[in-house]
């Protein structure tokens, strides 16, 4: 029997240095869905997405799923992903193999090693990091607080953001990738502008 595609029915605007994961989440709570489970064969050929998806796959299907609200495969590399901050740690032999994997989805053997994650930061963790200072900044300026991708970074205790008058201890929150619309939701992370969603047609 084969499965039900899920889609987005709406893509709302991203936001700043948004985790990709954490936009595919918000765009399932802003599309009706109570749960995402059919949705990353949808966007990425994959069975979950497994938080905080460190290393993604398949990025340019996943900006043709999400175009044009993400422009491009690399803009979501570069710009909604960690791994800008991970590449100086990639030997030079591996990098080509990496961004096959990252933007075609192509199997590379021990990936995590790749990027330099070893021991407990290879193990698979359901669970995101959040700031309470930035989800209250988030929601002041805008309306909607979102997971950002520089919270999720390994090892990672402190909110790096500069705006912040003393560091700011990072909450790990466990979730679960077929409940994380209702823990997001229920964290009071998304409060939608709808007026500025797009629309797939």
């Not at 300026?141 to 990672?156: D, I, M, S």
């Amino acid at each position: 029997m084969a499965r039900a595609v899920v889609r987005l029915s709406v893509h709302p605007p991203k936001e700043y240095e948004e985790s990709a994961l954490g936009y595919c989440w918000r765009g399932s709570i802003v599309s009706g869905r109570k749960r995402i489970k059919g949705l990353a064969d949808y966007l990425v050929e994959r069975r979950t997405l497994q938080p905080p998806w460190i290393v993604p796959a398949n990025l340019r299907q996943l900006h043709a799923r999400l175009a044009p609200v993400l422009s491009s495969a690399d803009e979501i590399l570069k710009n909604h992903t960690c791994i800008p901050a991970l590449m100086p740690f990639v030997r030079p032999k591996h990098v080509a193999a990496l961004l096959n994997h990252l933007l075609d989805g192509e199997h590379v053997r021990g990936i995590s090693a790749v990027v330099g994650f070893s021991g407990r930061n290879i193990e698979s963790r359901p669970a995101m990091a959040l700031c309470l200072e930035c989800v209250r900044a988030d929601r002041a300026r805008g309306g909607v607080a979102y997971w950002h991708r520089e919270h999720q970074l390994p090892g990672l205790g402190y909110c790096p953001s500069p705006w912040h008058t003393s560091g700011c201890r990072l909450r790990t929150v466990p979730v679960f990738a077929s409940e994380q619309p209702q823990a997001q939701a229920t964290a009071g992370f998304l409060l939608v502008r709808p007026a500025t969603c797009f629309e797939p047609s």
